[in-house]
């Protein structure tokens, strides 16, 4: 497996990937990789001749307020997991590199990024993940890139993107990995103290508590969110960020439970943010 910390050497190696007409894929990562990251490395390394992982800590997609300081941070135990996966590159770029002192351009999705994680965040969070990935797309010049469902909302805006912009780059995007009892993994659970693991399964319950009413015939998306949300709630220590109901592919929150809908959810614990969703209609999926 080769490393490669420069964008000129990512850039060259890109061009030969081309010349010799070799598929590649592309997982973006921020790394503190776990099995989540790992399923979208095996896909790729499944469908592609060269699979490239890019592992970076993207300054721009985090306010000030947020973690980008404690962000996990595990390099050795990264290169492992991806050599063991199937990984061909890792690509780890600096941050000065990425962003030099007198940048000054930045990739917009407008729509899509106002609502969710956009309203919790701030659209600039979709800002820096639309710029480092479409910066990540010019160097690598993947064939695929890889994505988890697990940010439903990046991926639509990451498709419309490459609508928009007419990236050459297919987008794949793949199921949620969990841990046993159903939590969402996340590089984000390792900063979760101890006694707040149990607690951070809050989301999800609700989430199937949403799945279970819509199967029991609820349509109301407002009974269904204000069920859920008191699920979440009963418990003071979290605080619930957003849960909400809404199409699949427009992001905005539907009247009726009528067609198939994406209920997403961000909530903290212990003062790390959580995010999770499912996709569920009047005729299901009843698990996933
Ligand atoms: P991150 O390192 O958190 O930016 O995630 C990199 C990619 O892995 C994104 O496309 C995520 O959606 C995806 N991902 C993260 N966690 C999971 C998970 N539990 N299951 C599937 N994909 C995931």
């Known amino acids: 497996m080769r490393i ?3 964008l000129e050497e990512m850039r060259e190696a890109a061009a030969e990937l081309a010349a010799g007409r070799r598929s590649s894929g592309l997982v973006p990562t921020m790394g503190a990789l776990h099995e989540g990251h790992l399923s979208l490395m095996r896909r790729s390394a499944g469908e592609n001749g060269v699979t490239v992982v890019s592992i970076f800590v993207n300054p721009a997609q985090f306010s000030p ?43 917009m999705v407008h729509g899509l990024t106002r609502g969710l994680c956009g309203m919790s965040r701030g659209q600039g969070h979709f800002r820096g993940v639309t710029t480092v990935v479409a910066k990540l797309f010019n160097l690598v010049r993947p064939t695929r890139a890889y ?55 809050a989301l999800r319950r609700a989430l199937e508590l949403g799945r279970k009413l819509i199967r029991e015939g609820e349509t109301d998306p407002y009974l269904l969110a204000n069920a859920m949300g008191q699920r979440i709630l009963m418990d003071s220590e979290i605080e619930l960020d957003y849960l909400e109901i809404v199409s699949p592919e427009t992001l905005e929150a539907v009247e009726k439970l009528d067609d198939l809908a994406l209920i997403a959810g961000a909530v903290k614990i212990g003062g790390v943010r959580l995010i999770d969703n499912i996709l569920v209609g009047p005729d299901g999926p009843w698990e996933d």
């Open 147 to 201: 994505f988890g469902q697990k940010d439903a909302q990046q991926a639509v805006v990451i498709q419309r993107m490459v609508l928009d912009l007419n990236f050459p780059v297919e987008i794949i995007v793949c199921p949620i990995v969990r841990e046993d009892d159903g939590l969402a993994m996340s590089s984000r659970n390792r900063n979760l103290p101890p006694q707040y693991r149990p607690r951070a399964l």
């Open 65 to 107: 307020e947020e973690d980008y300081d404690s962000y996990p941070r595990t390099w050795e135990e990264d290169l492992a997991a991806a050599k063991s996966a199937g990984v061909d590159i890792v690509f780890h770029p600096g941050a000065e590199q990425m962003y030099p002192p007198r940048s000054q351009t930045s990739v």
């Open 4 to 6: 490669i910390e420069s």
